[in-house]
């Protein structure tokens, strides 16, 4: 299948500190990526739709200015956690769908995550 | 509340049958996923239905589909020790150009012997 690959798969930064992670598609052009947010032990958030060439859709309650998305290229989206604190420690986990419609656009492809801890 | 939900935790004996429920409320969702995550890891999807099936079989996996009570249950047969994890039942919902997958809490499976 079709892989998707995250870095890094971890990252230790100081507050106050940004921290770009990179979501790339390997194997296809992924128009569209999404970006999810996973505390421990609890379900996956869906933060926000990268759309390559546009601006990113934020879920509500999630802040643009902190969480940047960039989705520069058909292959790679990259999101940047600004002026980063301890409660923005999570596992972070990107995910792109192979182009089309129907059954071909069924599957989400995941990353393996990034985990960010803020110390 | 959730929108999509599922019970926490489920604890098989290893050979029995696992059945991991799930209920979601947009009528209007085209496919409905499941997926397993390991320890620290990612997603790996293990089966999908389309909205218009009443089950799925894939080898030790039946996925079983009731739309008129929007429930979704992943039943995984003789169960391994391998098959611990978090189950997560997803939906795919559509915003305007583009489709979004909606995660339930995740159903942690444990196996004991």
């Known amino acids: 299948g079709a892989v998707v690959s995250q870095h890094p798969s971890w990252v230790i930064c100081k507050s106050g500190t940004s921290v770009k992670i990179e979501c790339r598609s390997l194997?296809?052009?992924?128009?569209?990526m999404f970006w999810y947010r996973q505390f421990p032990k609890q379900s996956l958030m869906l933060m926000a739709t990268s759309n390559e060439g546009s601006k990113a859709t934020y879920e509500q309650g999630v802040e643009k200015d902190k969480f940047l998305i960039n989705h520069a290229s058909l292959t790679l989206s990259t999101l940047t956690v600004t002026s980063a604190h301890p409660e923005d420690s999570s596992f972070y986990i990107c995910?792109?769908?192979?182009?089309?419609?129907?059954?071909?656009?069924?599957?989400?492809?995941f990353g393996q995550g990034t985990r960010l801890t803020v110390v | 509340g959730e929108d999509v939900e599922q019970s926490l935790f489920l604890s098989v004996r290893e050979g029995d049958s696992s059945v991991i429920n799930c209920t979601y409320t947009d009528s209007s969702s085209t496919y409905l996923y499941w997926y397993k995550q390991e320890p620290g890891a990612g997603l790996q999807l293990l089966t999908y239905?389309?909205?218009?099936?009443d089950m799925k079989q894939d080898q030790r996996l039946t996925v079983l589909l009731n739309k008129k009570d929007k429930h979704l249950s992943l039943r995984i047969a003789d169960t391994q020790t391998g098959d611990s994890a978090i189950y997560f039942c997803?939906?795919?919902?559509?915003?305007?150009?583009?489709?979004?997958?909606?995660f339930g809490s995740g159903t942690r499976l444990s196996i004991r012997p």
């Open positions: 997803a939906e795919s919902r559509r915003y305007s150009s583009a489709s979004k997958i909606i």
């Open positions: 239905i389309f909205s218009n099936m």
């Open positions: 194997d296809f052009q992924a128009t569209t």
């Open positions: 995910s792109a769908r192979l182009p089309g419609i129907g059954e071909r656009n069924t599957e989400a492809f």
